[in-house]
C-alpha cells in the first residue's frame, strides 16, 4: 500500500547551517500530491509545502522541496536554519483519484545557537 | 473563519471510563480527519470522513475506538474503557475536499488517562 518514510526521526543543526530533511515515498498512483506540514510547539500543525508536479521546485517562507517521481522523493530543504525552524516536520502523500492521505512518522528539528 | 474547533482542549480520565472528543470543521469543508499526536509514535492517522461518510478507518483501534459524523458541522471521537496508553492529543482537521487539499488542524484535545 501507499506509504510515506521519513528516516531522521531528530535532527539538530547549528543555526545557519543548511537544512535538509528526508522523505521517501510509495504509491501506486501517478496522480500524488506530496506536502510538507510543519508543527510548532503549542500551535497547530500547519501547510508548508505542496507539490504534485514533477521535477518542480517549490517555495514558502525560505523553505524548498522539488518532486522527483524517479526516485520518489521530497526533500524539505532551506539554505541557513534558523532558531525558529525548531518544530516537528511531517511528510504527507496523497492521491488525487482516492483522496486517502497518509503520513509520515515525522522529524523532529532542532537549531542550536 | 474561527477555524476547526476542538473540545474540550484538555481531558482527565479515569482508567477504564469513556471520552468524548469533539470538532467541528470549517464551514463548507467536507473532509474531517482525526488524527493521535505521541512522542513516540508522531502523528498517527485515525479515521476520515467525506461529506458526511466514513471513508477510511484504517487507523482505528477497533475495540474501543469509534467515530461519527452526523452533520457536516461536527464529528465526534468516542473512546470507551481508556486505558493508560491512550493518553495523546487528538487532533481534528478539515480540508475543502479530501486528502489532496490542504488540512486545517484544530487545537487538539490533550487526553490524559490516569
Known amino acids: 500500500g501507499d506509504s510515506v518514510t521519513q528516516k531522521e526521526g531528530l535532527v539538530t543543526l547549528t543555526e545557519g547551517l543548511p537544512v535538509m530533511l528526508n522523505c521517501t515515498y510509495q504509491?501506486?498512483?501517478?496522480?500524488?500530491?506530496l506536502f510538507w506540514y510543519v508543527h510548532y510547539l503549542n500551535e497547530s500543525p500547519r501547510l508548508l509545502l505542496k507539490s504534485s508536479t514533477d521535477n518542480k521546485r517549490t517555495e514558502h517562507q525560505g523553505f524548498h522541496a522539488t518532486l522527483h517521481k524517479s526516485s520518489s522523493s521530497f526533500h524539505l530543504q532551506k539554505s541557513s536554519a534558523q532558531l525558529s525552524d525548531s518544530a516537528l516536520y511531517y511528510c504527507?502523500?496523497?492521491?488525487?483519484?482516492?483522496?486517502?492521505?497518509?503520513f509520515g512518522k515525522g522529524t523532529s528539528l532542532t537549531v542550536i545557537p | 473563519n474561527a477555524g476547526v474547533i476542538q473540545t474540550p482542549r484538555h481531558k482527565v480520565t479515569g482508567k477504564g471510563q469513556e471520552a468524548t472528543l469533539w470538532c467541528e470543521p470549517i464551514?463548507?469543508?467536507?473532509?474531517v480527519f482525526w488524527y493521535r499526536q505521541t512522542i513516540v509514535q508522531g502523528l498517527e492517522f485515525l479515521t476520515y470522513?467525506?461529506?458526511?461518510?466514513?471513508?477510511?478507518d484504517s487507523g482505528m483501534p477497533k475495540e474501543r475506538f469509534s467515530a461519527q459524523m452526523p452533520n457536516q458541522s461536527h464529528s465526534t471521537l468516542k473512546i470507551q474503557s481508556t486505558q493508560p496508553q491512550d493518553s495523546a492529543v487528538y487532533l481534528c482537521a478539515s480540508s475543502l475536499d479530501g486528502g489532496s487539499y490542504e488540512q486545517y488542524f484544530g487545537p487538539g484535545t490533550r487526553l490524559t488517562v490516569l
Open positions: 470522513f467525506r461529506n458526511q461518510a466514513p471513508i477510511d
Open positions: 504509491t501506486i498512483y501517478s496522480n500524488a500530491f
Open positions: 504527507a502523500l496523497s492521491d488525487w483519484g482516492y483522496q486517502n492521505f497518509y
Open positions: 464551514s463548507g469543508h467536507s473532509a
